[in-house]
T-cell receptor, first 112, second 114 residues
Framework: KAGVTQTPRYLIKTRGQQVTLSCSPI?????VSWYQQTPGQGLQFLFE???????NKGNFPGRFSGRQFSNSRSEMNVSTLELGDSALYLC???????????FGQGTRLTVV | AQSVTQLGSHVSVSEGALVLLRCNYS??????LFWYVQYPNQGLQLLLK??????LVKGINGFEAEFKKSETSFHLTKPSAHMSDAAEYFC????????????FGTGTSLTVIP
């Protein structure tokens, strides 16, 4: 069974640009969550999608958005990038009734 | 809201020595409890979890953790450290009712000295 796949693995963007990250969950998993990991703030929850609906949202500005498609794949978008958005973005999927989250390898975003 | 405290951001042990990484949570209702490991430039890998039942849980790579409700703790241990255990370890909790948002501790970087 394939794990959680995130693309791309690395990205370099310029301040003010926007970026889209992609996540394919484990087959059959309908819940997809996104986390931001930085040295200063640690792991912070961005949002969670289930069956194409956002169920939960963390405390991030509106520049951070996401969506989920009918095949459960998810994308997150960050608009008007700031230097502070440089981070490792992790995607996780959960199965129905499952308690643990399975994480992808992450996308390392660098904003210059 | 849930919160997780990991005591010690850096822990060093000698190869073959006991590994003890501490985790305390703050919640009025015992949450689901997890330990994850992260290697450089990688995602998080689940080591073990506690949801219900036996309070001593065994995980992968020889790790185990004990849930102590009275102490609101979920410390991670391994009897004998290997060089390959060097990594970042995160304690996490999720709410029993929703279970879809994880709260992480700040992490403990484990160094194994040969």
């Amino acid at each position: 069974k394939a794990g959680v796949t995130q693309t791309p693995r690395y990205l370099i963007k310029t301040r003010g640009q926007q970026v889209t990250l992609s996540c394919s969950p484990i087959s059959g998993h309908r819940s997809v969550s996104w986390y931001q990991q930085t040295p200063g703030q640690g792991l912070q929850f961005l949002f969670e999608y289930f069956s194409e609906t956002q169920r939960n949202k963390g405390n991030f500005p509106g520049r951070f958005s996401g969506r989920q498609f009918s095949n459960s794949r998810s994308e997150m978008n960050v608009s008007t990038l700031e230097l502070g958005d440089s981070a490792l973005y992790l995607c996780a999927s959960q199965g129905q009734g499952g308690t643990e989250a399975f994480f992808g390898q992450g996308t390392r975003l660098t904003v210059v | 809201a849930q919160s997780v405290t990991q005591l010690g951001s850096h822990v060093s042990v000698s190869e073959g020595a006991l590994v003890l990484l501490r985790c305390n949570y703050s919640s009025s209702v015992p949450p689901y409890l997890f330990w994850y490991v992260q290697y450089p430039n990688q995602g998080l890998q689940l080591l073990l979890k506690y949801t219900t039942g036996a309070t001593l849980v065994k995980g992968i790579n020889g790790f185990e953790a004990e849930f102590k409700k009275s102490e609101t703790s979920f410390h991670l241990t391994k009897p004998s450290a290997h060089m390959s255990d060097a990594a970042e370890y995160f304690c996490a909790v999720s709410d029993r009712q929703t279970g879809n948002q994880f709260y992480f501790g700040t992490g403990t970087s484990l160094t194994v000295i040969p």
